[in-house]
């Protein structure tokens, strides 16, 4: 799952992309820098908002992702004995270990 910022950070750079693109090609047309902004803003102003939220309702579907074994596991910023142990454990279980001495 990425951050709300990055998806605005994505959104923002591939906008701008889109934005020179269609300028370019909306002024090969009209030859008119008036209408050439006002097409090019407003297209670019409704596509950024949509692909923000598209962005954010891909991020809620698992489909077509990959998901590390661990990723299940709850994130503490200090692990007890008992957490490293089962950690352990579940890495045995799914044969991720090669020594049984692993460091974690």
């Known amino acids: 799952m990425e951050t709300r910022l990055r998806s605005w950070v994505k ?3 591939w906008r ?8 370019v090609i909306s002024y090969a047309f009209t030859r008119n820098w008036k209408e050439t902004t006002w097409i090019t803003t407003i297209f670019h102003s409704l596509r ?14 698992s489909w077509g992702t990959i998901n590390h074994p661990l990723s299940h596991l709850p994130v503490k910023p200090d692990l007890t004995t ?8 579940l890495l ?4 991720c270990l090669s ?3 692993y460091e974690i």
């Not at 701008?16 to 300028?23: K, N, R, Y």
């Not at 045995?92 to 044969?95: V, W, Y």
């Open 99 to 101: 020594t049984p001495d």
């Open 48 to 61: 950024f908002v949509l692909y923000y939220f598209h962005e954010r309702w891909w991020a809620h579907i």
């Open 82 to 89: 008992e957490d490293e142990e089962a950690v352990r454990n």
């Open 92 to 95: 045995r279980e799914r044969k």
């Open 16 to 23: 701008i992309t889109g934005f020179v693109i269609l300028g």
């Open 11 to 13: 959104s923002t750079s």
